[in-house]
């Protein structure tokens, strides 16, 4: 999934202090499942927000919106009705769903109110790590399942450089090097021989390097 | 010969080589490297010259090697694949070339986390072994990596590192062994202290015949003092220093400290010069570079040897 995390709520203040009257939306998707931006997650901002413009003596009206997800136009269509009515969205969607938001309500300003971080997976309660870059040339084949690119903190193909120690990263005592976990892994399928060859030079046109990146399946246009 | 470098004649002579490193200054201040090179000419073969080492903005490695080169002493350009992309390595080659710089080391580079930029963006678009076989590609077929024709072919000696006490230890042979694959000409390891250890590592070295393709250099580095000691076996990732080390440093008097780490250096290359397929030492005496020469004596390595052109 997406994981994203809530911007710093001051600076969230901050984008509506020009607005009386704002909607909040959540998103049910990849926000709700890392707790960032989930309709829950929707009910905790417009409350702080409701009681530190009390505070403030000049209150604010809030509508809680939670869509199925923001980055589909059917679902962004379902605001339409009275989106009219308000001076601002701030978006609880990962950077996709804000953009597209903003895209399909050109006349309303739209503020995002989290910090999109990584695609990931939920190791425990509380607790998510990253797994892919989206170089869009997957190399997970080569490595046993673990990817240099996103777990290398040098994203080297012809890892672990000269800083990995005792399983660890040189950036961090924190931090598992990425190359380590692939030779484990590799030494526990009986594949170490995959180590001996050199994995040639990246083609980085496919990631965010060629340019923003679009799929086109002719197989599924209407 | 390859490139022609004072280091490659040195090695292919079968001469045991000494080389030294200059870490550039921390702005445009000849007079730093001035000095330096004073204590490292006729000490040593060859200088690295460092490429903004622990991510700390420095002059560049390529105009340090040039200004080494035109004080007579020959430098080799460290070159990380941290800050440049393809475009600008192969670019700095050509330039490094042109300014009559002979020897490379291909490295990746400490993170940028640890330096004086730690919210810069780094590169990381080839790593070394990818950088070995780009310089090779360009000598041996005058070809950049995209494949057009180059005009004027940099000859480089091609060297990398390599860091027998980082983990896993079973798989750094096998590193070395893609570092040969891909066409290096020498390799300087990290410095040694725990010697029983990098004996085991050439071992599983000669075992695959790589000490014979190519020239291997130890990396030995002098300690100063007890302090420099424990902050190189803690803080400094992939360096390994035995107790044993520390301890000879911590019964030393107090006025004989720096005395004693010259003499553990001096015993670590005596036994790297006995070692089968150690080729020569790489001294890295940092910010002690006055100490070089008393090194290189002590370990009767003096005079270095003089090659003809």
């Known amino acids: ?222 | 010969m390859k490139s022609g470098s004072n280091l490659e004649k040195i090695l292919e002579r079968g001469e045991f080589a000494v080389t030294g490193e200059c870490g550039p200054p921390k702005g445009a201040d000849v007079e730093v490297i001035k000095r330096k090179a004073q204590f490292l000419k006729g000490n040593v073969d060859a200088i690295n010259v460092t490429d903004n080492q622990t991510s700390i903005v420095r002059m560049s490695s390529i105009a340090t090697c040039a200004l080494l080169n035109q004080m007579g002493l020959e430098g080799t350009m460290q070159m990380v694949s941290r800050d440049r992309n393809r475009i600008a390595m192969q670019s700095d080659i050509f330039g490094a070339y042109a300014l009559g710089i002979r020897n490379i080391l291909c490295l990746s580079g400490d993170h940028q986390k640890f330096g004086n930029h730690p919210t810069a963006k780094n590169v990381f678009d080839i790593d070394s072994i990818q950088m070995i076989q780009m310089v090779k590609l360009m000598r041996d077929e005058g070809k950049v990596l995209g494949g057009d024709e180059i005009q004027g072919v940099p000859k480089m000696f091609i060297g990398a590192a390599a860091n027998p006490f980082a983990d896993p230890f079973e798989f750094r042979v096998v590193r070395l062994a893609k570092k040969v694959k891909a066409g290096v000409d020498f390799i300087q390891t990290q410095c040694i202290y725990d010697l029983d250890k990098f004996e085991r590592w050439m071992e599983m070295v000669r075992k695959r015949g790589l000490h014979e393709k190519i020239h291997i250099l130890g990396g030995v580095t002098p300690l100063k003092s007890v302090g420099m000691a424990k902050y190189m076996a803690t803080k400094v990732s992939g360096i390994e220093i035995p107790e044993k080390v520390i301890k000879r440093m911590q019964d030393a008097p107090k006025d004989k400290k720096a005395e004693e780490g010259i003499d553990i250096c001096v015993e670590t290359i005596q036994r790297l010069f006995k070692m089968e397929g150690i080729h020569g030492i790489h001294l890295m005496a940092i910010e002690w570079e006055e100490m070089v020469e008393t090194i290189v004596k002590k370990a009767g390595l003096y005079p270095r040897p003089k090659v003809e052109d």
Do not use: H
Not at chain 1, 87 to 108: D, H, N, P, R, W
């Open chain 1, 1 to 222: 999934m997406i994981v994203a995390e809530r911007k710093p709520f001051n600076e969230i203040l901050a984008m509506v202090e020009p607005f009386e009257k704002i909607l909040v939306i959540g998103c049910k998707t990849c926000v709700t499942v890392c707790s960032a931006g989930g309709e829950k997650e929707v009910g905790i901002l417009s409350a702080s927000l409701d009681m530190a413009r009390k505070k403030e003596g000049k209150g604010i009206e809030i509508k809680e919106v939670t869509l199925e997800r923001q980055c589909d136009p059917e679902y962004l269509e379902q605001i339409r009705g009275y989106v009219g009515e308000y001076q601002a969205i701030l978006s609880m969607a990962c950077g996709a769903g804000v953009q597209f938001m903003a895209e399909t309500y050109k006349e309303k300003p739209v503020y995002p109110t989290l910090n999109t971080k990584f695609i990931g997976v939920a190791l425990e309660q509380g607790v998510w790590s990253e797994r892919c870059a989206g170089c869009g040339d997957c190399v997970l084949d080569k490595t046993g399942g673990i990817c240099p690119i996103a777990r290398c903190s040098k994203s080297l193909l012809n890892g672990p450089c000269g800083g990995s120690v005792n399983g660890k990263c040189e950036i961090d005592s924190e931090v598992e090097c990425g190359w380590q976990l692939i030779y484990d892994r590799l030494k526990a399928l009986g594949q170490l021989d995959k180590l001996e060859e050199i994995i040639p030079v990246k083609d980085w046109s496919s990631s965010r390097d060629g340019g923003p990146r679009r799929i086109v399946r002719e197989d599924l246009r209407l």
